[in-house]
């Protein structure tokens, strides 16, 4: 799946003004900030639901007994029908819960998942999974242990949330973490296949156990509350997402300055004009796509209460590999 041309083109031409600034001239601190918007508006524009839409009469497969019947302590009738690895992972998550403020005794386990892997490689490509099409969430727990492989720091791994199902036009939630620079949590909003919002955490601010190399492990959680997401790694509260939060300001680079011996050399005065055109061109173009990001930002419904869940691994380019090991779902009933 590939990213609208009106999206690639100004940011890939950006990148590469970025980086051609820093070989000539005093460089701005653009290119991850470019990288992580091209990432997110890729994602966002090509995500859709894996999950088709259940029978309003069919009944949710659990995987546990609820959690007012699954106690820390001797195991009840409800845990001896199911096997001991699964009662060892219901204990865990029950025993989990208290860090996300999540009352043990006011919900279920939707299910437990012991180990899906997701691969996909080229040119913005994308692999979604939901092994539970059965189970619509509203306010919810979604934790996994995340291993990823990846060429560059700009492929991800994460999970769609609240999804309506759309094939072509999906409403949904999506955050997904990468190894770019120190760590980034990329939170994006698609409201009937528009992008609606983009929003960011850096996890290695609060968690100093965040591993951004290939092949290591890192707990992703979601809570999600009504319009609140709340984003743990490694069980440490990282940062909060909502869709009602403006997209941060567009960052825009600075005018590189031609050093005054420079101007004495007409190839570096002609190398250094063709560059400042093309930069105010792109940002020119940056502008208006930030104004439509506005508009669609202002108008859409991104309050989505209900809906499906899957997890994805996505690249810009290059090969990623996503395993989730240890997932599970919670059902808060509060």
Sequence with gaps: MNLPARYLRPICILVFCAFLASACFPPPDLARQATVDALAFRVSSTLTAAAKPA?????????SAKAGQASLGTPTAAEVEVPAATREAIRSILAELPIYQVDAEKGEVAWI???LNLETEGFNSIKVDNQHPETVVNDFVLSADIT????????????????????????????????????HIGFTVLAKGEVANVNDIFPKNEDNSFNTENDSTNQLTIVGRGTKFQIYTNRVFVGEFDPDKPPPQLILPTQPVLPVEATKQSQLVATYNAFKALQQQEI???????????????????????????MVAATQSGKVSCSFNNAWLWLIKE
Aim: charged letters at 25%; proline letters at 3%.
């Design 284 to 310: 020119k173009q940056l502008q208006v796509q930030r104004n439509q990001q506005m508009k669609v930002f202002n108008e859409a419904n991104k309050d989505f209460p209900r809906g499906f869940i899957a």
């Design 148 to 183: 990823w492989n990846t060429r560059f720091g700009d492929s991800g791994c994460g999970f769609i949330f609240r999804s309506d199902g759309d094939q072509r036009k999906p409403s949904q939630y999506m955050v997904i973490i990468t190894r770019l620079g120190s760590g």
């Design 113 to 115: 998942q012991s180990n």
């Design 55 to 63: 029978a309003e009469d069919r009944t949710v497969e659990t995987s």
